[in-house]
């Protein structure tokens, strides 16, 4: 997973979140609209006139992507930004397919998928490591092991690392996808289907799976870390082409919000719980699940882990088939802009001390 410096880190984050924020969880980050989208907390909206713009996401899976928005990081740097809140992976590749945005970020598994149907899109920064999905199973639940989830109903999101995670689950267990029922459900609302008694278990994802497993006592049912893809930043190709300048700024700022969060892990952890509007508990859980001190470059250790998905996807028929899949993966990876990535600002022109760590 990650480095030691990362571990001590997390442990530093931790006192923090235990020592005393008295944050509460909420259904939408602060200062988002009901229908998701927001310009950044004092940036500019869509209608921005004036200097270079770029649209992007910020997603609660991604928390990067809220170190990015809230420190005003691409703002300072002079950019018009329009937000967009990516409620899962396949939320994000419906808004690139359907040019909403220029950047939006997915687990690899979700965009590999998307590009294998037609999605003109390429991975450009690599942000995280997460163990952000499990299998998972209400309080109380008698069910003990995934093969007993045989003819059970299970809620997830298809096109998505969980759904993705599921499937791995299954095999591992000697079950295939129609040895069960799933319930194609966005993650909130597969959380809340598990608590109520609807689905008998839920291929979870965090903040949404650590929040029903601290306040709800949902139980981790199946761990595997390998099962998890890495979580990824992609743009959409004609984007790339178009306006390269602007993709390096937007991976810039990534590596600009990981250096700042690596380096201060306890402002980090406030900022992440704020945004999120997470308990520190919860925010605590997801933050100690996240490996970011990786490569950033798309590379082997991605077309590793995607590649082996490749034959699930072919069988669950989510692509068309596995040379689709195949081909998708061998033109998925755009290494150039996280090779040249400058986490010092110096390049755009943005000092990361510019703005407050923790304002709202």
């Known amino acids: 997973m990650s ?40 940036g500019s909206s869509s209608g921005a006139s004036g200097g270079d713009r770029v649209r992007l996401d910020y997603a ?8 990015v928005r809230q420190r005003r990081i691409l703002e300072d740097a002079g950019l018009s930004v329009q937000w967009e809140q990516s409620a899962g992976s396949n939320k994000a590749n419906e808004f690139l397919r359907n040019d909403n945005l220029d950047l939006a970020s997915t687990a690899g598994s979700a965009v590999l998928q998307a590009r294998a149907n ?44 969980p759904y993705f995670f599921l499937l791995q689950a299954l095999e591992v267990a000697g079950l295939a996808a129609t040895d069960v029922e799933i319930t194609n459900l966005q993650h909130a609302d597969g959380r809340a289907a ?20 601290l306040q709800a006592g949902s139980r981790l049912l199946y761990r595997n870390v390998d099962f998890n893809t890495y979580g990824v930043l992609n743009a959409r190709e004609q984007f790339i082409e178009e306006s390269p300048d602007l993709v390096q700024q937007v991976v810039d700022a990534y590596e600009q919000a990981r250096a ?22 919860v925010a605590a859980a997801v933050l100690e699940r996240t490996g970011l001190d ?15 998905i490749v034959p699930l996807m072919a069988a669950a028929a989510a692509v068309p088939s596995e040379d689709a899949a195949t081909s998708a993966l061998e033109g998925l990876l755009e ?5 040249q990535a400058d986490a010092s600002g110096s390049a755009s022109g943005t ?9 709202s």
């Open 194 to 213: 598990l608590e109520r008694g609807d689905v008998d278990a839920w291929a979870g994802l965090d903040p949404n799976m650590a929040t029903s497993e």
């Open 60 to 67: 609660l899976y991604n928390p990067l992507s809220l170190v």
């Open 294 to 308: 990786i490569d950033p470059v798309p590379g082997q250790a991605q077309r590793t882990v995607l590649t082996g």
């Open 118 to 161: 037609g999605l003109a899109a390429k991975t450009v920064d690599v942000y995280s490591q997460p163990e952000w999905t499990a299998l998972v199973v209400a309080q109380g639940s008698d069910v003990a092991d995934v093969a007993a989830l045989r003819g059970k109903r299970i809620a997830a999101t298809t096109g998505t690392d």
């Open 260 to 281: 700042w969060a690596i380096g201060n892990p306890d402002d980090f952890a406030a900022l992440y719980a704020e945004q999120a509007q997470l308990t520190p508990e």
């Open 351 to 359: 000092a990361s001390s510019s703005a407050s760590s923790t304002a």
């Open 335 to 339: 290494l150039r802009f996280a090779e």
């Open 3 to 42: 480095a030691p410096s990362t571990a001590l880190a997390r442990r530093s984050l931790l006192g923090l979140l235990a020592g005393g924020l008295t944050l509460t969880a909420a259904g939408c980050v602060q200062g988002e609209s009901a229908g998701g989208g927001t310009a950044a907390s004092g």
